[in-house]
T-cell receptor
Framework: QQQVKQSPQSLIVQKGGISIINCAYE??????FPWYQQFPGKGPALLIA?????SEKKEGRFTISFNKSAKQFSLHIMDSQPGDSATYFC?????????????FGTGTKLQVIP | GAGVSQSPSNKVTEKGKDVELRCDPI?????LYWYRQSLGQGLEFLIY????????KSGLPSDRFSAERTGGSVSTLTIQRTQQEDSAVYLC????????????FGPGTRLTVT
């Protein structure tokens, strides 16, 4: 019941194209949905996050779409660039005992080719 | 300011030996997390510290794993009698605490057990 399912496992997109990564969750108690970006040899870094009271959040070329009824959310990267090549993790968290316990998806390795 | 730092960056050890991994969180962050990232996998929660509260150890995979946090700052993850399946990247993250959700990750320690 704590799973977050992420797809696809890997993704190749042409420069300028749209990258789309999807996630689904089961636990309706989740109240915070962040996306993390990880470059090789580095720790993950928060990219963008959304709460379930909104259906979309946009920051620059990155947009989260959130469908509460379907328990799904997705990351869209517009005008994808080679510098976006990284592994992306979706996550979901909920307050538990006074802190946020985060469950991560298994990651999507994105490669943007010139 | 300085981010989360971890040491060593790489550790190679023989099966059966004990290892200690260190994490220095961002100054002022009261929450500290340890995660394990196996090759091609997502992030597996290990343990959480929040201020002076008892840690949440629910993610530790066996009693060979332990962690402590001294003075509410530096944390050490200890793995006793290492096994080959312990080989992974161990990531530490810190956050401002209960009401602040963003976790800031360190670069990780890559542990290889031969």
């Amino acid at each position: 019941q704590q799973q977050v399912k992420q797809s696809p496992q890997s993704l190749i997109v042409q420069k300028g194209g749209i990258s789309i990564i999807n996630c689904a969750y089961e636990n309706t108690a989740f109240d915070y949905f962040p996306w993390y970006q990880q470059f090789p040899g580095k720790g993950p870094a928060l990219l963008i996050a959304i709460r379930p009271d909104v259906s979309e959040k946009k920051e620059g070329r990155f947009t989260i779409s959130f469908n509460k009824s379907a328990k799904q959310f997705s990351l869209h990267i517009m005008d994808s660039q080679p510098g976006d090549s990284a592994t992306y993790f979706c996550a979901a968290s909920r307050g538990s005992g006074g802190y946020q316990k985060v469950t991560f998806g298994t990651g999507t390795k994105l490669q943007v080719i010139p | 300011g300085a981010g989360v730092s971890q040491s060593p960056s790489n550790k190679v050890t023989e099966k059966g030996k004990d290892v200690e991994l260190r994490c220095d969180p961002i100054s002022g962050h009261t929450a500290l997390y340890w995660y394990r990232q196996s090759l091609g996998q997502g992030l597996e929660f290990l343990i959480y510290f929040q201020g002076n509260s008892a840690p949440d150890k629910s993610g530790l995979p066996s009693d060979r794993f332990s962690a402590e946090r001294t003075g509410g700052s530096v944390s050490t993850l200890t793995i006793q009698r290492t096994q080959q399946e312990d080989s992974a990247v161990y990531l530490c993250a810190s956050s401002l605490g209960q009401a602040r959700y963003e976790q800031y990750f360190g670069p990780g320690t890559r542990l290889t057990v031969t």
